[in-house]
């Protein structure tokens, strides 16, 4: 397990299923989260390829803090088909304080962890990582 700058490990599991993710397309999302009791960062939801975004954003609660990583697949203006990864670190506003610390100061080393994220985005409420802004972040 591999230990983030706040004394979060990373379960190994992550980088497991984030490579599934990125090499097989096993998954369209993993939806990853913080176990404060084992000081660790553990997988807790895998969306199947046949899910859709509206399945990714549901799978992410109202009042907690999580990370997550999509598997966003587009269309070019030149008509190519390409995907890019898209890692959501989710702060709700309703979210505890001590959680959006613990989850703010272990985002950069759980983020090198996972090799290959292309966009990053940082949500407080389902506006701010909308479809509309993923594409705007393609280029």
Not at 38 to 45: F, G, M
Request: proline share 3%; aromatic share 10%; glycine share 2%.
């Amino acid at each position: 397990m591999a230990n983030a700058a706040s004394g979060m490990a990373v379960h190994d599991d992550c980088k497991l299923k984030f490579l599934e993710l990125k090499a097989k397309r096993t998954y369209r999302f993993i939806v990853f989260k913080i176990e404060e009791k084992q000081k660790q960062v553990i997988v807790e939801k895998l969306g199947k390829p046949s899910d859709s975004y509206e399945d990714f954003s549901a799978s992410l609660p109202a009042n907690e803090c999580r990370y997550a990583v999509y598997d966003f697949d587009y269309v070019t203006d030149e008509n190519c088909q390409k995907s890019r990864i898209v890692f959501v670190a989710w702060s709700p506003d309703t979210s505890r304080v001590r959680s959006k610390m613990i989850y703010a100061s272990s985002k950069d080393r759980f983020k090198r962890e996972l090799d290959g994220i292309q966009i990053e985005l940082q949500a407080t409420d389902p506006t701010e990582m909308g479809l509309d802004v993923i594409r705007s972040r393609l280029n």
